[in-house]
């Protein structure tokens, strides 16, 4: 792992665990938003420390007291209301509350995450990629056969590169967006989210392609493998022994691929691995290949649930595209113009389900990296 010089891992009593440089947990301290017991540590190898037997935060502790006991009574603060109700998204985000274990807190993490996603930049950057990814396709089913008849397969090949980039860039900035929201407990700006964005953003597409290209590749042996035990001449097997074994290859081969298409909703969490972590491309997938074998039971649930309610925020944006879609003719010179209009609808009606995704996965990555694990 790649450490700044200054930077901190701070966790509250709640058992939640932040990230910030020092010179912020400093301010946080002198201006009393760091609650009494909260430990600090360099790395995730070092013991906790609490804030008074840290050198680097004693002097503002000290100063933080000073100014606490000289400052009149009257000059107090009213004492802040009970915390609300548990199951609430503001208790979940309440810094002095325990978290919540089971489905329960799984549900309260997520909800948490659908409060933070829509908000004015996250909604623009998921809306632009969206739209400007629906734009390529549009193009490309008016113009591939136009420009090249027979080079068409290559047009889109090329527009499906086009639109993975940018769906990854959409990806990386709203993961930096939604991390610095977290760990700094204010809202994002536009120069620290896009501080480093191209590298990230180029790390994360060459990931997601090593581990899905691994899949395919797996997938498609899987496959292949039975089809060759039946066609092949090379051992002296006769033809029942080699269809019987044929089809238990088949079947077995069949239980190993459902077995690994969740992997494609787990590289969702690469991206908050490599903008928390900022590690290089091979830490990141030794550390998310560790994260998903120690945590998998809890990341399918996560991500099972997570897909479910992105699909359920989508409903209103999806719903009316789809009625216009019921109406549309199927033959004729409008089919083009109105076909270029439906990808357009339905690319942007995409946006809130991939913004959600995005989000949701900062806030299972951070559960289960470091909460999940610390209560363990």
Not at 19 to 42: D, E, F, N, S
Not at 105 to 111: K, S
Not at 336 to 364: E, G, H, K, R, W
């Amino acid at each position: 792992m790649i450490q700044a010089v200054d930077a901190w891992y701070v966790r509250l009593p709640s058992g939640r665990v932040l990230r910030a440089k020092g010179k912020l947990v400093r301010r946080y301290l002198k201006a009393g938003k760091l609650p009494k017991g909260t430990h600090v540590r360099r790395s995730p190898d070092e013991e906790w420390l609490a804030l008074e037997w840290t050198q680097e935060f004693a002097d503002a502790l000290k100063a933080m007291a000073k100014a606490k006991s000289e400052t009149p009574l009257r000059s107090l603060p009213p004492a802040p209301p009970k915390a609300q109700r548990p199951g609430s998204v503001a208790a979940h985000l309440d810094p002095v509350r325990l978290p919540t274990i089971g489905i329960s807190g799984i549900a309260q993490e997520l909800l948490a995450a659908l409060d933070n996603t829509f908000t004015r930049s996250k909604m623009l950057v998921a809306g632009a990629a969206c739209l400007a990814g629906g734009v390529v396709v549009a193009l490309l089913q008016n113009g591939a056969r136009a420009f090249a008849e027979e080079g068409s397969t290559w047009w889109w090949l090329a527009g499906a590169i086009l639109v993975a980039l940018l769906g990854f860039g959409a990806c990386a900035l709203i993961t930096r967006m939604t991390y610095i929201e977290v760990s700094r407990l204010r809202p994002s700006r536009w120069h620290e989210a896009r501080a480093g964005i191209a590298a990230q953003t180029l790390r994360l597409a060459l990931a997601v392609v090593l581990v899905a290209g691994t899949m395919l590749l797996t997938v498609a042996l899987l496959r292949w493998f039975p089809r060759w035990l039946l066609e092949t001449e090379a051992m002296n097997w006769s033809p029942a022994t080699r269809e019987n074994l044929a089809g238990m290859t088949a079947a077995v081969a069949l239980v190993f691929e459902v077995a690994l298409w969740p992997i494609v909703a787990f590289t969702l969490l690469l991206a908050p691995l490599l903008a928390v972590e900022e590690c290089s491309l091979a830490g990141a997938l030794v550390a998310w290949w560790r994260l998903i074998h120690r945590h998998s039971s809890r990341a399918f649930a996560y991500q099972a649930l997570a897909i479910a309610v992105g699909a359920v925020i989508s409903l209103p944006f999806v719903l009316p595209v789809y009625a216009v879609w019921l109406g549309t003719p199927a033959e004729g010179p409008l089919v083009a113009p109105v076909q270029s209009a439906l990808t357009l609808l339905i690319s942007v009606a995409a946006a809130p389900f991939c913004a959600y995704l995005f989000v949701a996965n900062v806030f299972i990555y951070l559960n289960l990296r470091y909460e999940y694990s610390l209560r363990r």
